[in-house]
């Protein structure tokens, strides 16, 4: 807080008022922001649950609570005190995200679409860009460096809860996102029967999930950390883990921001734009090429669906190998037409 009768920092408020993976793919367009504005306060208008994860990345200062349903876009009512300084549109690229900033009176905004009169025209939005990269991008056409490669977490202070076991983790926000509970069973069979620990996770509302995955595999409750960790503890156990399998969801932008192993399963999106580095062998994208489709629907993808267990199987078990952490190729590869990642 400032001193008693000094001016109030100029503040920069970022919208990003998604999910933890979203917030994870903007850490670089963050980081780009903090440097820019050394001097400012940076507030990311975001759901309150991903506080702890934001703070985490050291380019944040503080939250402004927003969330809206269907990854939709929040009002920003909470909002106080003098006009933001600058205000950046990292929620999307329409006229909802760049009006939500627009009611505030910000100096200047910097977005996708529609400028304020005397801005300068915005950057042309495009479809086949990275997530990570289309922040950077967009901060780049305002003058603003930001590196789509710095995406990289602090290790946890704290300890993990599960030191060393391949976490497992079979929910997913939508549907089309989540393999099937059974082959996720299979997996973990195997991942024991090569003599290593195993945990299953999951988030709020997905204890039924992670109960018959762990009961179909053999696991024991004290297995299961469902319900949904706390950050601290969620990024201890992601960071201290031998290696993460999941869908293309939170927790795969978390292995990757904290350096774990971990094979990750692909279906309505393509890993080319969201997926992790293609050029980090500690991490495989498992990924049948087929139609784009619909990452927030209510059934499972059918690309998705042609993962096999066997491939998951094949493609943990690498990563497992002495070794193997630097010597593993990333997954990018069509796993249709080249084997598994």
Known sequence: MPAPGDAPRPRVLVLRALGLGDLLAAVPALRGVRRAF????IVLAAPPSLRDAAL???AVDAILPASAPRRGVPELTGWQGNPPDIAIDLHG???ESHGALAALRPHRILSYSCPLPGVVAPPVWRREDHERERWCRLLKAYGIEADPHDLMLPYPSGP???PGAVVVHPGAEAAARRWPAGRYATVIRAVRAAGRPVVVTGGPGEEALTTAVAGAAGLEARDVLSGGLPFAELSALVAGAACLVSGDTGLAHLAVAHGTPSVTLFGPVAPRLWGPPPDDPRHTALWYP???GDPHGTV???????IGAGEVIA???GHLRPGSATGRRNGYRPVGANGCG
């Not at 050394?38 to 306060?41: A, I, L, T």
């Open 38 to 41: 050394p001097g400012h306060e």
């Open 56 to 58: 985490a990345t050291e």
């Open 93 to 95: 690229n329409g006229p």
């Open 160 to 162: 993990s809860p599960a």
């Open 290 to 292: 087929g139609p784009p």
């Open 300 to 306: 499972a993808d059918p690309s998705l669906l042609r």
């Open 315 to 317: 493609s943990l078990l």
